[in-house]
């Protein structure tokens, strides 16, 4: 692949160091010469709007497009030009639950608004705070329109009693932190549809990930890159494991791909 049209990456362990709190050196001199090229640089994140806020601002310039949400919101040039509502029965149902049980929520809307529900604990707020310099409110849900919905557990019986809870939405497991979305919306269909929006097929697009939420996307894109500090479903979906985020990772790869030029000075 010569030329990427589209190239999306997520953020945590991908794109953003968090020994740094910062994008390597090397990978905005990528990103630069990947915008050079022609390409359309997009963020693909289970984040939600509003804990994007506070990425660097030389990265969000640089951005053309975002999704987001893990595939709930689509933003390109800032305009919002999809939206995945997860089915209000569904929510009602999950956020009850969580209530009943204790379980801390957090949910995310449309525009990014983000809040915890209640059962509110402060080791998962200093968690989000070191993830994304912001602390979520706490206010409870009154029925509107949410992408996402996170509730915090490793407790099977409790994942699984959510999961059949579930009419119409898609349950994403992980570890911890479990994410509720409608059942359209994930990185590899928000992928496809913002690339689609732009012109340009599957075999266009390269994405590069690190996490379970990471899979699909990177066995649907064009060229697949997991970092060298994913886990092994990543690896195992990519056509390419990549370097460390923190040992020029992504800026290897785009180099041994072509899909930029040599820079004599790229710095770790």
Not at 48 to 60: D, F, G, I, S, T
Not at 102 to 129: A, C, M, P, T
Not at 147 to 174: P, Q, W
Not at 190 to 208: K, N, P, R, S, Y
């Amino acid at each position: 692949m010569s030329k990427a049209r589209a190239v999306f990456f997520d953020i945590d362990h991908t794109l953003f160091s968090h020994t740094l709190h910062d994008v390597p050196a090397s990978a905005y001199t990528a990103l630069e010469k990947l915008k050079e090229n022609g390409s359309q640089i997009a963020l693909c994140t289970s984040r939600a709007v509003e804990e994007l806020v506070n990425l660097p601002q030389k990265l969000r310039d640089m951005l053309d497009g975002i999704v987001c949400a893990q595939g709930g919101v689509i933003i390109d040039h800032g305009q919002i030009i999809a939206a995945k509502i997860i089915d209000e029965g569904d929510a009602e149902r999950v956020i009850d639950y969580c209530r009943r049980n204790e379980l801390v929520i957090r949910y995310s809307g449309v525009h990014g608004e983000n809040s915890h529900d209640q059962h509110y604990k402060q080791e998962i707020s200093d968690l989000f705070y070191f993830l994304y310099k912001m602390r979520p409110g706490q206010t409870l849900w009154k029925h509107q329109p949410l992408v996402n919905i996170i509730f915090y557990t490793k407790d099977a019986v409790h994942v699984e009693a959510i999961r059949a809870l579930l009419e119409h939405s898609h349950l994403m497991v992980m570890h911890f932190a479990n994410e509720v979305t409608a059942a359209d919306a994930n990185k590899a269909s928000g992928m496809l549809e913002l690339a689609a929006h732009w012109g340009f097929d599957a075999a266009q697009t390269v994405a590069f990930g690190d996490g379970y939420n990471d899979v699909e996307m990177i066995r649907r894109a064009g060229l697949g890159v997991a970092m060298g500090n994913g886990c092994d479903e990543a690896k195992q979906a990519a056509d390419y494991v990549a370097d460390d985020v923190d040992r020029d990772g992504i800026y290897k790869t785009c180099l041994h791909f072509g899909l930029i030029e040599e820079e004599n000075h790229a710095e770790n």
